[in-house]
């Protein structure tokens, strides 16, 4: 099993810069292969917002590249993500995602971002 637990979600005005934590835990650490972050918005399917591969190749949302840096520590079990430029359509839900070498897949409880002047 795998638990994740994000933190670092809030209100912010556009234009302003947040960053998630998430912190993996559980006997199956050690394998997971990929992390990253989602998000759901009132209304909307849940959405990729950035991944981080076992080989450490970087996937982003469209709407977010240029804007949002995800970065993974695996010595201590923690995936980041650097929200800069953030804009109201950037409010939701954000989830941490884990996967582990057996193909099952790991969700946060989600942090809200509330991007609102």
């Known amino acids: 099993q795998v638990q994740l637990v994000e933190s670092g979600g809030g209100l912010v005005q556009p234009g302003g810069s947040l960053r998630l934590s998430c912190t993996a835990s559980g006997r199956n650490i050690f394998a997971i292969r990929d992390m990253g972050w989602f998000r759901q918005a009132p209304g909307k399917q849940r959405e990729l917002v950035a991944l981080?591969?076992?080989?450490?190749?970087?996937n982003y949302g469209d709407s977010v590249k240029g804007r949002f840096t995800i970065s993974r520590d695996s010595a201590r079990n923690t995936v980041d993500l650097q929200m800069n430029s953030l804009k109201p359509d950037d409010t939701a839900v954000y989830y941490c995602y884990g996967n582990t070498i057996d193909l099952s897949t790991y969700w946060g409880q989600g942090t809200q971002v509330t991007v609102a002047s």
């Open positions: 981080v591969t076992s080989r450490r190749n970087t």
